[in-house]
């Protein structure tokens, strides 16, 4: 499957589904549960403020080292 959000959960096996299918694809279960997106974004917002003082050192250094050499 592609890139991008899956909104749909199968209850026996945990895959997950960009629609709403009559079957899982892996088990063939055909009960799907919605899955909560604002847990996925939560995640994705942790990352990035986590690597948000690494990338701003980064440029800060970038910018002592072209100030101070040219």
């Known amino acids: 499957m ?3 959000p899956k909104n749909w959960q199968c209850k026996d096996c945990g ?3 960009r629609n709403d299918r009559k ?3 892996k088990c063939g279960y ?5 899955v909560d997106n ?3 974004a939560g ?3 942790n990352a990035i403020l986590a690597l948000l003082p ?3 050192a980064a440029l800060t250094m970038g910018l002592l080292a072209w100030v101070l050499f040219f």
């Open 38 to 40: 604002e847990e996925r």
């Open 2 to 4: 592609g890139i991008g």
């Open 23 to 25: 079957q899982c694809v």
């Open 43 to 45: 995640k994705l917002t």
């Open 15 to 17: 895959r997950r589904h």
């Open 30 to 34: 055909s009960v799907l549960e919605p």
């Open 54 to 56: 690494a990338l701003l």
